[in-house]
């Protein structure tokens, strides 16, 4: 999660409360449309068992994407200079939260399902072992490494740090897969497929026919009165090589050295590998974004939720931070469950889902400095809203419309205020209405 930029080191002492006697249920405190999707706000553990209970949710989830904490021992904070969230466990504490968590997350898990955990290298090799050991070392799938920055011409005593990793592990051996490929360029096509046949104009490469490795079957026995060279045998059976050389999928050289023709225009593209360069955070680009500090690059989630799900199925995200996961599934028809216990993520999850993300210009913040607020008011978009300039704002237009917000039965002193306008998709609850005359309207249950 720690890729913004640190308010400062922490020294002081954490501590965290025993939630083992606490009762927790979740209450809907405000509902739009007919939807499985969930915001909650709150401790994802407390989160999670109440899910666990959920016999709509439990064995359900066919993809989680975390983006927790990273042990930096850190405050973050918003571009507003408003604490986001605290990073603030190190060490074992660090572990065992971790543990706790992933512990939930495999019972949620579906059997065919995948979980992928974002961490940068102070963890990533100590989470690895506890993934191994949760999930089993048998479903872990890839280590990813992506390009989170561009290059740094100050480092010291070391190279460059512009990459974090994301562990992607699997529930079982049946997990939904689908795979994944980028677009070819002009420049790799030219390298890759140099060849164009002359009575179609396909451009196409030639590869050898035969595959490393000896085979007592047919793919070892003579073909047209060849054997495969010597440790190695037909990529082909004999009956499928010959159906290829009829079709005229085969080119024969002048010395008589058959190789199979691979066409570029039979080709779905690039298969992606696990070192991802197109994939920078969105605080590090000139895109659009909603100025949390760990907001991720929105494409590499929608890359992640295209590879390990399906359309309607249940993705969740319970580190939601900005909600950048939450978007990605819902652009791709996806159900959602979001979690965070921030105040500021929430607030950035709601404006965001209300107004789309901005381009993050350099600006001059003339805003006068503000009186703090006792109260916590999740829906409050204009404490918020940056003083740009108009000609630069740059709003993404998609947004989400049909969700339920859920809170801890526990929480007091937060005000849901009821809408007193509806926009084309939804207005969120306005903070300043006066509404000690307005009704609540019924809430359904929650789905």
């Not at 999707?37 to 989680?64: A, C, H, P, Q, W």
């Not at 979001?338 to 901005?358: A, C, H, P, W, Y």
């Not at 801890?408 to 000690?436: C, D, M, R, W």
Request: hydrophobic share 35%; glycine share 6%.
């Amino acid at each position: 999660m720690a890729t913004g930029n640190p308010k400062t080191k922490w020294n002081g002492e954490l501590h965290t409360s025993n939630s083992n006697n606490e009762q927790f249920s979740f209450r809907p405190v405000w509902q739009n449309g007919n939807s499985a999707n969930r915001l909650y706000f709150g401790d994802n553990v407390s989160v999670m068992k109440d899910l666990v209970k959920d016999k709509t949710v439990k064995g359900e989830i066919r993809l989680i994407y975390i983006d927790p904490p990273y042990a930096t021992n850190s405050v973050f904070q918003t571009r507003k200079q408003k604490d986001a969230y605290t990073d603030l466990l190190t060490g074992e504490h660090y572990i065992e939260f971790m543990r706790e968590r992933l512990l939930l997350m495999k019972e949620l898990l579906a059997t065919d399902g995948s979980i992928y955990v974002h961490l940068d290298n102070k963890m990533v090799f100590h989470v690895k072992v506890l993934m191994d050991e949760i999930f089993g070392a048998a479903n872990f799938r890839s280590m990813i490494t992506r390009k989170k920055c561009k290059s740094k011409n100050f480092t010291k005593n070391s190279f460059g740090n512009i990459c974090d990793y994301i562990l992607f592990y699997t529930k079982s051996a049946n997990a939904v897969w689908h795979k994944q490929f980028n677009e070819w360029t002009d420049e790799k096509i030219l390298i890759e497929y140099p060849l164009i046949e002359k009575e179609t104009g396909r451009r196409h490469k030639r590869v050898p026919i035969h595959a490393p490795g000896t085979r007592n079957g047919t793919t070892g026995k003579m073909w047209k009165g060849m054997m495969p060279p010597e440790g190695k045998h037909w990529q082909f059976t004999p009956d499928k090589l010959d159906e290829l050389d009829r079709k005229g999928e085969l080119h024969w050289s002048k010395n008589g050295n058959p190789r199979r023709k691979i066409y570029l225009d039979e080709s779905n593209g690039i298969a992606l590998q696990d070192i991802w360069l197109d994939y920078l955070d969105a605080n590090n680009q000139n895109t659009q974004t909603t100025g949390y500090p760990t907001e991720k690059n929105i494409e590499m989630l929608k890359r992640i939720i295209l590879a390990s799900s399906n359309k309607g199925d249940l993705v969740m995200d319970c580190f939601a931070g900005s909600g950048t996961t939450l978007v990605a599934a819902d652009e791709l028809h996806r159900n959602w469950i979001g979690v965070d216990i921030g105040s500021e993520s929430m607030k950035v999850i709601l404006n965001r889902f209300q107004n789309g993300t901005q381009t993050l210009d350099d600006h001059i913040n003339d805003e006068k400095p503000k009186t703090k607020s006792k109260k916590i008011d999740l829906f409050s978009d204009q404490e918020e809203e940056e003083k740009l300039p108009q000609q630069s704002k740059k709003v993404q237009q998609h947004l989400v419309s049909d969700f339920s917000i859920l809170v801890n039965g526990n929480y007091s002193g937060i005000e849901f205020q009821v809408p007193t306008q509806l926009n084309s998709h939804f207005a969120l609850p306005n903070a300043k209405a006066n509404t000690a005359k307005q009704k609540k309207p019924a809430l359904s249950p929650a789905p």
